[in-house]
DNA sequence: AATAACTTTCTTTTT
DNA sequence: GAAAGTTATT
């Protein structure tokens, strides 16, 4: 693993295996001017199949070829790993590896918590801080709910998670996010802001926002360390721009501010990511910020069939915000585009097997030409199955990766824990697995007591004798504490193979895995035999001797991807998100219905609906050469069969290059989603997932509300008139239709859909609604 | 304190 | 239909 050299390799540039003209030659006219315009601000906009990563990366290439740039003053930052892996490669092939070697190429995120290893304490941090994912970080989050006595069950402790992770997102500060919290969400998330915060700094962690975060605050605060970086990184990529949250774009901004050598590269169209952040303001903003800045268009498509474009052409035109952009290309027509119908889910899945198997057959495609993409993780099952019946090979990208299994978690969190004694999240992780007898409750008073002293809980642990508790649960948790202690000094002496064998060994995890004797505690402990052996192959490639930080730095930056190999013979199964980048021959966009896809939520602000849709034109711009639609007239969703209706998107799309399995033209209705003037929202008909209740159940009966049930849809003794169905009046929002209620008296909140301002959620007790006629 | 049995809620999408 | 949380039992 080369790429977690800390030291800054300053050793002159090899020469040059390739000339600079050779790296043009297969590029069009408007690509090589691209590549050439290496000085100075570069937009680069480019549809999809436009080579649009190629380009990037000859132009890497060329600044190397043409010594322009040493490698390492080369920054390139790329979404994924696996973008950053592909990336390398490609430059590697032009360039040769030992110039290709030294660049600084990976994601957002692995590169800058690379830096704030080096930089960590400038800002109080030690080197070994922990990095904390989204399952850490949402453990500190309801550990902190607890103790101030809020209800997990109004506001989930994932849900605060997300909105401090917005709030940090955009540079919000808790103090001005309390100021500005409006909804009672947002008081409370508002409230735990701070404390979160403060938490993870005295667990000497970081979460995944901070690695974003930190930078900008460093470079705020000491223009020496800012100065350093924007001399090292002369020249600055960006792949996937239209990506870029408002941290990143600020940092990326500020280390170009000397050089202003920065090129980008994206495609508003493919913006998929604004739930996380993503701003696709920030490109279309950069002529603005960069205003010699040149912009280059790539609107040739080398990839699809002119029917698939048509198509994906006719998907985004119903957006309203988008730049400019004609996509075009010599490929022929291909065949046209396939609209399945299914009874059910399982019925598509079968659909979508037969379909693979057929076209291997006539066509000759192999399994990894196929891909089958959908909208939730969970909609993979029932393709699974099909295809397992089917005996055709698949991988699901995606879903829980091997670092991401509890039994690897554990074993990290005690080797987090050896490096990191302040890290809280894995401490309670571990405290009392494998069961030793240190319940919730001893739990609770060691960390109330840290809490009161103002130190780290593991302080609290050496300090075990003030805490008061039994002298029975102190021998308890003193054993604990002995036995990861002695590890606290191996981890930096000895190599990180051997303390990770021996912890692990004197944890007593291996042998409670083998004592379950079950099948999956078997499969259990190979994952935990098999990280033993990633953590000795790494340190084998690895001469640091404190590499255990950071291996398990760079562990908590992996995600699935990682693990897959393209090229073993299989059909790829993943998420439309993860198919970002990707192309094959035969596509699939499985599960097109309303409420799935679009999402319920997402259907109703327009925005978001926007995202949905480009969503879908990504999916359809994965394929070459053939693309298959289908839709599922019902599905098991929610522990129960729900009826659905196709997508409105079936409605909008260019019917001319679609082909039902009966070989017929589809017969769209266009106005289907249209609310109509007077009341008809013509969503409850149309839409089952809004009424999942009164389809699939009988009417649901008037039940008395008893206490402490939470089930109730509506009450009865109060405001009893307001019921799913009935038309309201709001001062404010105008006239809208309750959806749904949850909630007794005070707690009594409807969800109405108004004409004018769509979803709302409302308390009554605050709402005043008015029962129209 | 630990286990078993139960109830409830939830599904976007990810570094 | 899973995961997480709650309650009852040992």
């Not at 977690?4 to 069009?28: H, K, M």
């Not at 050439?36 to 680069?44: C, E, H, K, L, Q």
């Not at 249209?674 to 009424?691: F, G, W």
Request: charged fraction near 30%.
């Amino acid at each position: 693993m080369r790429q977690f050299r800390l030291e800054f390799d300053a050793e002159a540039t090899p020469a040059p295996s390739i000339q600079a003209d050779q790296i043009l030659q297969g590029l069009n006219e408007r690509q090589q001017e691209a590549v050439r315009a290496t000085d100075g601000p570069v937009m680069i906009v480019a549809g999809p199949g436009s080579g649009k990563t190629r380009t990037l990366t000859h132009r890497i290439a060329y600044l190397l070829a043409l010594n322009k740039a040493r490698p390492y003053q080369i920054l390139s930052l790329t979404f994924t790993n696996k973008a950053a892996r592909e990336m390398k490669d490609r430059v590697e092939k032009l360039v040769g590896p030992e110039l290709a070697g030294g660049m600084w190429m990976g994601t957002f995120h692995s590169i800058f918590a690379r830096m704030m290893r080096v930089e960590a304490e400038a800002l109080g941090y030690t080197r070994d801080f922990s990095i904390y994912d989204t399952e850490d970080a949402e453990r500190i989050i309801r550990e902190l709910m607890g103790s101030l006595n809020m209800d997990t069950r109004q506001f989930s402790p994932r849900s605060m998670l997300f909105l401090i992770s917005s709030a940090k997102n955009h540079m919000v500060s808790p103090e001005e996010y309390q100021r500005l919290a409006a909804t009672a969400q947002q008081d409370l998330a508002a409230r735990i802001y701070k404390p979160y915060v403060e938490t993870l700094k005295r667990a000497n962690a970081m979460d995944f926002d901070d690695l974003l975060i930190k930078p900008i605050e460093l470079f705020r605060l000491r223009a020496d360390i800012l100065e350093k970086y924007q001399n090292r990184w002369t020249y600055i990529h960006i792949d996937e721009y239209q990506d870029t949250n408002r941290a990143q774009y600020l940092l990326t901004k500020t280390l170009a501010d000397r050089h202003r050598n920065i090129c980008v590269v994206g495609d508003d169209a493919q913006s998929i990511y604004a739930f996380r952040g993503a701003d696709i303001g920030n490109i279309l903003s950069f002529q603005r910020d960069y205003p010699n800045a040149s912009t280059i268009r790539l609107e040739q498509s080398y990839r699809s069939s002119k029917r698939i474009l048509r198509l994906a052409d006719s998907i985004i035109g119903h957006n309203k915000d988008q730049l400019e952009k004609t996509l075009w290309t010599e490929n022929g027509d291909g065949t046209p585009i396939v609209l399945m119908e299914a009874v059910s889910e399982k019925d598509e899945a079968q659909k979508i097997e037969r379909r693979i198997r057929d076209l291997g057959v006539r066509a000759g495609y192999r399994h990894t030409d196929f891909a089958v993409l959908y909208r939730t993780n969970a909609q993979s099952r029932s393709l699974e199955d099909a295809l397992r019946r089917g005996g055709i090979p698949y991988r699901v990208v995606g879903g829980t990766s091997f670092y991401q299994r509890r039994e690897i978690k554990d074993v990290l969190a005690y080797l987090r824990l050896a490096v990191n004694p302040n890290d809280v999240a894995s401490l309670r992780r571990v405290i009392n697995y494998p069961v030793r007898g240190i319940g919730a409750k001893t739990q609770d008073e060691l960390f109330a007591f840290a809490e009161r002293q103002g130190i780290s809980a593991w302080e609290a642990l050496e300090r075990l004798t003030e805490v008061g508790l039994t002298t029975r649960t102190q021998t308890l948790v003193g054993a604990f504490r002995d036995m990861v202690k002695p590890y606290m000094q191996r981890a930096f002496t000895e190599p990180a193979d051997a303390v990770a064998r021996d912890l692990i060994k004197e944890t007593g995890i291996l042998a409670d895995l083998r004592d379950e004797g079950t099948q999956e505690g078997l499969v259990r402990w190979e994952n935990v035999q098999e990280l033993i052996n990633a953590i000795a192959e790494f340190t084998a490639q690895e001469r640091d001797a404190a590499s255990l930080s950071s291996f398990l730095q760079q562990v908590s930056l992996f995600t699935d991807q990682d693990a897959t190999d393209s090229r073993d013979e299989r059909v790829t199964l993943m998420t439309l998100h993860a198919s970002k980048g990707l192309e094959f021959e035969v596509v699939f966009v499985a599960g097109l219905e309303e409420g799935l896809f679009p999402l319920a939520n997402a259907s109703q602000e327009r925005k978001e609906l926007e995202e949905e849709r480009r969503l879908f034109y990504v999916g359809a711009t994965r394929a070459k050469a053939h693309l298959f639609l289908s839709f599922a007239r019902s599905r098991f969703r929610f522990g129960e069969t729900t009826s659905s209706i196709r997508s409105r998107f079936l409605e909008e799309v260019d019917a001319s290059v679609l082909l039902t399995e009966a070989g017929e033209t589809l017969e769209q209705k266009p106005n289907r989603f249209q609310v109509t003037e007077k009341r008809s929202i013509a969503y409850e008909r149309l839409d089952p997932h809004y009424y999942r209740e009164s389809l699939t159940t009988p009417k649901p009966k008037p039940k008395p509300a008893k206490s402490g049930d939470r089930r109730v849809v509506y009450d009865e003794t109060e405001g009893g008139r307001i019921v799913p169905g009935v038309v309201v009046e709001h001062e404010q929002f105008g006239e809208g239709k309750v959806l749904s209620m949850e909630g007794v008296g005070d707690q009594a909140r409807a969800v109405v859909f108004f004409k004018e301002v769509g979803q709302k959620k409302l308390a009554l007790k605050f709402a005043k609604l008015r029962v129209v006629e």
